[in-house]
Every structure is written in structure tokens, then in C-alpha cells.
């Protein structure tokens, strides 16, 4: 090949490259070992992961949850069509891609209440980010009022974000576990954002929100737990004019918090406003039905600085894998797993307000997890309760870095619990048995 | 050279049964089907109306689909073989990096012990992960040039506007506000659109004839406003900007910072690295460069290396070696704060690890050797029919031109692009970078054997004929496909984004 070109080496190829910026002596990057090897040292990580799902019973929740993954959706989703193909920029070859988007995107729909899915998007912190850039386009306005019922993390996302759009980030305290909205000045703001339920379990009743987003002319921004909408009211029976949320739930595993699958929908009055792709049905030149990436004009590598996003790659094979999940589990089996969610998790609130030691976080109505408060720092329990295999939850303290001021008294001793169809009554009496010895230690 | 192509490379022989419409899951659904089996719990089945207020039950069910297993399987087995992926065949698709991805990568992410770890455990119950995190960092740093790095961006794209917010928090800590980033005429939209979120106004610098930065207009746009300027090395036209460390000077000079675009790190692995050419802030593209398949369209991870002076605002927290062979999360000082909601795209990081274990430094500078020698034969090969834009040695990309097509038989380089389809090879890259007329860019990657390039060429060499003999058969293609040429208006004139629009 070198002949070819007339060179005789390989080094020739590289000779227009200025000495001064060369790398003289090579990477100091250890020389390759065989797949086996490394597998070894792989070997060595995962059984230094002593908190993974198959060997600890997993009550932790938080916005990653241990739900079913059949063989099933394991088999089609790691199909290497879907696997190795690149974004379909070229529709004739990538029908099978598009057209799993186009189902994901009717199911994001339903399950929002909105008409207007996206493609997908990193994760539901940055689908938020998304959502307040799409309020401050549509209102011109940089204020964001959020519900510190929001996970920490996203609203954490959202400042770090503001430092570049200059949003003003207005988090609004939570009173016994439900947003305060009555303690906040919304005027003149792009965004009302609360969550459902909140990241304390707590279903709130988003009627006042809706209200005060209505008044003041803002977006009224959702981010509600997809597999609630199974049983609970959508984001868009509630008002939502964009719905946010952590689709990881459908088909992909834990994973140490990603790749994760941001969900996106909005009403059809924001479509031009929307984040990254969108999958549209039309005709090909022999009138059959085909899919294409559409309203292209908005994107980054054709609108540049004056897009509505820098978004371009997604997360699109845990899109595809969250249509293949949600076709497994039915109409009636998504229904099933949010009502088993919300029986283990009473079924196991009512075991654990019978010990000492154990006191409720709030009065609230909760769907599948809720936050209790303990007698000893949140961490100890859970270190504690790791001994007997149960990853008991997780420390809110935490996951809030140090501190939520909606959190009355001692944060550290706050633990978020979750329960998802998985677990068992066996399992849920053993954690009430593990805690009650750990709290008496 | 005469190279007989072998068998292989070309998708043409991939079954095809017919090119009928697959029904949509929801047309296929039928009442009382259902594929899904769940754990036996034995937990009271209590009435949800006994569990939650009245007001939150939805009084309608919320419709999915109602399918057998066996109709699922057949369903997305159907729709993968309408989808063209690298498994199947050459991707040759510029700045895309769309190289063979080892199976190994994707086995070291389906082990349990990895993907069945919950995010919120403590860290002394997921060291196995902090030390993989920490590793790669390492290992990315030495391969970039830079001291430390973020693992939190999800994509090339989250990688960019990170950086810029480390670039905004870097001058404000030095009690500056500059409003200005420079970006090069050939970037891609990405930059632009980044650079906006960060808060930035886009200055553009032309291009040279030699398709380079013109150093005089860079200068001529430094000023004390310039907060840094965004490049890709080798840049979006597949050559790599030779006054790089005269650039370097200017912008430092005007107290600006330079951004690495890692969207082409691929042709430089072991030859140069960004720390060298004078670089602070880096981003790279895991997806593209280490190996991780591209799923259709993501997800990739966009990890952002950093020089010293900007290491303290990383975002946070990070996983960091607190010794006695112990990893813990620790937040740096001045940190910009998260850009993911935990730690990044975890699978991502760990297959782009064991990719580096595999090739060793070694084999890493082999890799840009290779991808770059490719794309040089393919330029040659082909400079008879598609010339290169810029006739001289490219880096790891070639971006040819369609011109003397369309001037002599209106074939433009759409029309080849879709004939090459039919051929059995996915298409390069078409009109990017704006600044070359009729664009075609081909990145054959180093995974591509010479004789699948070599197919390549003569794929091509048949279309050039076409285009002599039968141009408006071009304007048609491709046939052989599962659809042809899409109304791209009318999908866009009338939005059906669901199953549920109003048609």
C-alpha cells in the first residue's frame, strides 16, 4: 500500500506534521495484552463491585431502578444492526432504526401525554436542561422556578448549565414533603418545574403548579417517573406543556448510572423549539411508507449557533431498546409493574414504621419509594445492612452533596427507599429484620 | 498497485426477502396478547385505590401494544434487517469514525458485575468501578497530553459545551468576562451551537486555499474579548493544521485558551497529542475513537481532558485514588459542578478501557497509522474519478470532490452517494465540510482490509460509468434498498412523530 503512494514507510505519512509537536518517544500507554488478559484484570473490578444487583438485594432507587430485563429484550436490543449502526442520516439503508424511533417516540407520547416526542437525549438531567433552553425560547425569559422535589442531581445539572445561558435557577423549599409553591415570586419566569412524584417518593398534586406556570405565562416543565404513567395520571393530564424523564427503567440495567435514556416530549405549539432529533413518517418514491429524521432545520450541523440544541449524538439504542421493553411488557404488563411497585413499597413502609428507631420522612402519598428517618446516620445503616447482601436505599444526605435545606433536622440520617416489582415479600421482611438489628447495633 | 478484491467488505449480498412495509408494533397488536412473565412476589395484592388518592389514578389505561414474544421477535428482527450497520458491511462515513467495534468490548459491558451496579452505592461497595473510572482517566491523559479529566459528558457534543463552561469559569476566575470564541469556516455545526450554550458569540476564521486556518485572519480576530478558539487537528477536511503551534502562541498570547475538538483523534493516537500542540482543554470522542458501536446514533461518552491550571474546575464529583489502594468521589475545589446525573455513560468508559488494555500504547499508534495509510490509498486510488479537494497527504479522512460529475454528466454527490448504497457500501459523508463544492468524505477507518478498499474503488469506478452511460438512472437510485429516495418535504411539511398524528 506504502509502494503505492510512493512512500516507505509509515512514518511519511505523518512527516508534514511539525517535529517541534511530535511525540518522540511514543505513548506511555502500557503495551496491549491479549482479550483474555485483560478479561482477567476486568475480573478483579467486578468482584471489587460488591454492590451489583445479582448478588445484593437492591432496594436503592433514586432514578435507577432494578427492574425485569427478559432474554428477550436482551437478545433483540444487542442485535448488531441496531448496535453498530451509525445515526441514520441515510434513510434507505436505515429503516430499521428509524422506524424502532418512530414506535419509541408514539410511546414516549402515551406515556407523557404530549404530542411531541424527541429521539431521545442523554439522560433526564440534561432532557431538563433541554427543557428550560426550550422555556427561555419560547418566553424570552431566564428565570427557572424548580421544585426542590426535583433529584438533586438534576437540578444540580441545571445550575452548572445556567452558568452558560444565564438562567436564574429559583429551587423552591419543600414543606413536609411537597413543594412550597405559595413561598415563591414566579413572575416574570420561563419555567415551573416539579416533579412526580418527587425525588422523596411523594406523588404532589401538580394542580397548584399548573396554576402558578398558567399565571405567570410560563412553561408548565414535568419530570415524572415513566412507569407511574402505567398507573398514575401522565404528565399531560396534569397540564404539562413539556415532560421530562429518566427512561432507564425500560430495558436497560443499572449500569452504574449510564448510558441512560433521557425522555422528551412537549405540546405541538413548541415543535420548532425542539431538542434533537425527531423521526417523522412519509412515502419513498414508490409510495410506500417510510421514516426519516425530520424538521432537520433546527439542528446544530445545519442551523449552527442559532440552533435549538448542540445535541447530536443520543442515546438511541436505549431508545430502540426501551420500544422492545415496553412491547414485551404490554399495555397490561406496564400496569402490572407499576402496581406491584406501589404494593412491595406499602407492603414494606408499613413493616418499617413499626420499628424503633424508624420514623417517617413525611405524611405524603407515595408511589414506589419514600424516604425515612432513622435513628442513626443513613451510611452506617446502609454499610451495615450490606454485610447481609441488601443495598439498603440511599443516603439523601448523599445525594444532595452535603445538604437540601427542604430537608428538616439531620439530613445524614434521611434514607430513601425504593421498591420495584422484583423484590419479594421474603426479601421485604428480611430488609425489615436486617434493619431493625442494624438500628439496635 | 493491483489489488483483486476478495469476497467481502460489500453488503450487496445481505437477504433481502421483498419490499413490503413492516407493520408498526401497534398495527400488529391484538387484544389480550401479551409476552411479558414476572416474578412470583407473594406481596398483597392490595387495591391501588386503598394505596393512592383517588386524584392521582389515571382513570384511562394508557395503550402500549399487545404482541406475542414470538411476534416481537419476528417484528425487530425484520426492522434490524432493514438497517445498515459496520457488522454488515464497509461505513466509510467521514468524521464519523465508524470502525469495527471488538465483541470483547461490548462482553466486558454485559458483565453483571459492571452493568448490574447500582450509581447511588457507596463508594466502598463500588470500588471495582472507581478504579476503572480512575484508570481511564489516566490512560486518557497520557494519550491526550493533559493532567486530569471528566468522565460525566454523554456525547462529543456535551464534551464541547463542558469546556466551554470550564473556559467561562477559568477567565472569571481571573476576573475577566470575554464574549468572543473563535471557530475555523470548515467546523462542524456542533461547535457553533456549543459555543452559544456557553454563552459565547461565534467569531468565524477562514479557511486558506490549503484548506487551514488563515493565521493572518486568526490574528486579526484575537483581541481581549476572545475568550479561546475551538479546533479540530486534524481538521474537519482531514489535514492537519501544520502552524498549530504558531496558533497555540497567538491565542495564548491574547490570554485566550485552545479547545480540542476530539471528533479526529483517531489520526493522531501515538503521533502527536493535544498537550503537545499547545491545547487546554480536550474532548474526546470514546464512541468514535475507542471503539464503542454508535447504536444507531449514540450513546458515546465525551470525556473532557484538561492542562493543569484548569484541573480545579472540573465537574465533579470525581473518582480520584485516596490511596492505600482506596477510591473515593471527591469534588474539585472551583468545580463548574455535574453534567450527567451520575457519572457519566459507565458502559461507555469501561468498553473504551478495555479497548486501550487491548492495543496498548503500541497498537493504539498502530491504529492511526493504519487509518491514516487507508485513507491516503483511497485517495489515490480514486483520484482519477472523485478528486481530493486538497491534493496532498490527509490525515485519517479524504474529502473528495464530485465536481467534474456534475459538470460533465449532472451527477452530483447525493447521486453517488445513494449508487453506493445500492452497491453495498454505506455512504461517506456528503456536502460536509460546507466549504468544498460537491463533498464526499471517506473515512475507511484502519479496520478495512485494502482489498474491501479496493471493492470500494471499483464500486465506484461502475457508478462513474453509470453517470456516463445512464445519469438519470442515478438520479434514481438507490432501488435495491429496503425503501428509495424518501419525500424528506413532506415529512417535514406535515410532522407524523407518532402513531397517533393526525394524518
Known sequence: ????????????????????????????????????????????????????????????????????????????????????????????????????????????????????????????????????????????????????????????????????????????????????????????????????PNYLGVLEDLSEAKALAEANEALFVVGADPVAAGVLKTAGQWGADVFVGEGQAFGTPLSFGGPYLGLFACTAAQVRRLPGRIVGE?????????????????????????????????????????AIQLGWLGTYGLREVATRCAQGAHYLYEGLLGLEGVDAHSTQPFFREFAIRLSKPADQVIAAMAESNILAGLSVGALSDGGDPSIEGNIENVL?????????????????????????R | MIVTPLPGGRAASAPLMGHEAEPTLFEMSVANRSAYQLRSTGVPATALEE????????????????????????????????????????????????????????????????????????????????????????????ITGMSAATLQPSAGAAGELTGLLLMRAYHEANGETRRRVLIPDSAHGTNAASVTLGGYEVTTVPSNERGLVDLVALKAALGPDVAGIMLTNPNTVGLFEEEITEIARAVHDAGGLLYYDGANLNAILGAVRPGDMGFDIVHMNLHKTFATPHGGGGPG???????????????????????????NWVAPTRSIGRVHGWHGNALVLARAL?????????????????????????????????????????????????????????????????????????????????????????????????QTLESLAQAIERIAQRAKDDPESLHHAPQSTPVSRVDEARAARKLIATADAVR
Open chain 1, 1 to 196: 500500500m506504502l509502494a503505492f503512494l510512493g512512500m516507505d514507510s509509515l512514518d511519511d505519512l505523518f512527516a508534514h506534521i511539525p517535529q517541534a509537536v511530535r511525540l518522540a518517544n511514543g505513548l506511555d500507554v502500557a503495551e496491549g495484552l491479549s482479550e483474555p488478559d485483560v478479561a482477567a484484570i476486568f475480573s478483579g473490578y467486578t468482584s471489587a463491585n460488591k454492590a451489583n444487583a445479582t448478588s445484593m438485594t437492591c432496594f436503592a432507587g433514586g432514578g435507577a431502578y432494578d427492574h425485569e430485563v427478559p432474554a428477550v429484550v436482551k437478545m433483540l436490543s444487542n442485535r448488531s444492526e441496531f448496535v453498530t449502526a451509525y445515526t441514520p442520516y441515510q434513510p434507505e439503508v436505515a429503516q430499521g432504526v428509524l422506524q424502532a424511533l418512530f414506535e419509541y417516540q408514539t410511546l414516549v407520547s402515551r406515556l407523557s401525554g404530549l404530542a411531541i416526542p424527541n429521539a431521545s437525549l442523554y439522560d433526564a438531567a440534561t432532557a431538563l436542561v433541554e427543557a428550560l433552553n426550550m422555556a427561555h425560547g419560547a418566553t424570552g425569559r431566564q428565570k427557572m422556578v424548580i421544585s426542590s422535589g426535583v433529584h438533586p442531581h438534576w437540578r444540580q445539572v441545571a445550575r452548572t448549565f445556567a452558568r452558560g445561558t444565564g438562567h436564574e435557577i429559583v429551587e423552591v423549599p419543600l414543606r413536609d414533603g411537597v413543594t412550597d409553591w405559595k413561598s415563591v415570586d414566579a413572575t416574570n419566569t420561563a419555567a415551573v418545574v416539579a416533579a412526580y
Open chain 1, 282 to 322: 412519509t412515502v419513498d418514491s414508490s409510495d410506500r411508507r417510510a421514516f426519516v429524521t425530520t424538521l432537520r432545520a433546527r439542528e446544530q450541523d445545519i442551523r449552527r449557533e442559532k440552533a435549538t440544541s448542540n445535541v447530536c449524538t443520543n442515546q438511541t439504542l436505549m431508545a430502540v431498546t426501551a
Open chain 1, 416 to 440: 430513601l427507599v425504593t421498591v420495584t416489582e422484583r423484590r419479594t415479600r421474603d426479601e421485604i421482611d428480611h430488609y425489615v429484620n436486617v434493619l431493625r438489628e442494624a438500628l439496635t
Open chain 2, 51 to 142: 394505596l393512592l388518592p383517588a386524584a392521582h389514578l389515571n382513570p384511562e389505561i394508557v395503550p402500549v401494544a399487545e404482541v406475542s414474544e414470538r411476534d416481537l421477535v419476528a417484528h425487530f428482527t425484520r426492522l434490524s434487517h432493514r438497517q445498515f450497520s459496520v457488522d454488515l458491511g464497509m461505513y466509510p462515513l467521514g468524521s464519523c469514525t465508524m470502525k469495527y467495534n471488538p465483541k470483547f468490548c461490548d462482553a466486558i459491558a454485559s458483565d453483571p458485575g459492571l452493568n448490574a451496579v447500582h450509581p447511588g452505592a457507596p463508594a466502598s461497595l463500588s470500588q471495582g468501578w472507581l478504579e476503572i473510572l480512575v484508570t481511564l482517566e489516566e490512560k486518557l491523559c497520557a
Open chain 2, 301 to 327: 461518552a465525551g470525556p473532557v481532558a484538561v492542562a493543569a491550571h484548569l484541573v480545579d474546575f472540573l465537574p465533579g464529583p470525581r473518582a480520584t485514588r485516596v490511596g492505600d489502594g482506596f477510591f
Open chain 2, 354 to 450: 478495555a479497548y486501550i488494555d487491548v492495543h496498548g500504547g503500541d497498537g493504539l499508534t498502530r491504529v492511526a497509522q493504519h487509518a491514516v495509510l487507508n485513507a491516503n490509498w483511497l485517495r489515490h486510488r480514486l483520484r482519477e474519478i472523485l478528486p481530493a479537494a486538497y491534493d496532498r497527504v490527509c490525515m485519517h479522512e479524504c474529502t473528495l470532490t464530485a465536481t467534474p460529475l456534475k459538470i460533465k454528466y449532472g451527477v452530483r454527490a447525493l447521486d453517488v452517494a445513494k449508487a453506493l448504497l445500492e452497491e453495498g457500501f454505506h455512504s461517506p459523508t456528503v456536502y460536509f465540510p460546507l466549504i468544498v463544492d460537491e463533498a464526499l468524505m471517506f473515512e475507511p477507518t484502519e479496520t478495512e482490509s485494502v
